[in-house]
């Protein structure tokens, strides 16, 4: 990849982690901005795994062409183990250095914006992160990238099983994402009509279940 312009600047982005819907546009949208103001994009194949290696490519308006309506992310995303080391986080700062790159733009969820913070403490790199997550367990936003498809994809869900469960005359659960944050459960719960909820780590509410279940039948 070639230097960039005398007295320009130039961005790298990355997205990071698990996928969510949302990524893609995004991207897009940074692309675009960026360009209006001159600023050159740099795409960071892989998340923090290219970083490390150094996978980069210069992007141009065909690389976010049609992808607004795209799930998923067209710069592809890891978890990286090598990341959390101190090695892996000197070297991603020597090739952001080496392919003249100002400033790193980071997509991803509350692991990744750990390490992006680190990052930034520890290379003195502009570091910004845009919260993409269905867990939407971001502080400081209220609704983070893919939340609301989150929630949306599992209401159709829940639609179609409740529809089976009344012809049936059956009682079903239903688990959803989120690892430790409850939202998408609170959330498609509530609109869903669920009878009952049962949250990560209320093991009372667990207990209180079975007792009903138990009464119930």
Known sequence: MNGKNPGSSRIGILTSGGDAPGMNAAIRAV?????ELGIEVVGIRRGFSGLIEGDF?????????????????????????????SEGRKKSAENLKNADIDALLVIGGEGSFRGADLFNDETGIPTIGIPGSIDNDIPGTDFSIGFDTAINTALEAIDKIRDTAISHGRLFFVEVMGRSSDLIAIESGIAGGAEYLVLP?????IMDLCARLTDAF
């Not at 308006?61 to 990286?80: D, E, F, P, Q, Y």
């Not at 780590?201 to 509410?205: L, T, Y």
């Open 31 to 35: 692309y675009r901005a960026a360009h």
């Open 57 to 85: 490519f210069l992007m141009d308006r065909s690389h976010v062409a049609n992808i607004i309506h795209l799930g998923g992310t067209v710069l592809g995303t890891s978890r990286s183990e090598e990341f959390k080391t």
């Open 201 to 205: 780590g209320d093991h009372d509410a």
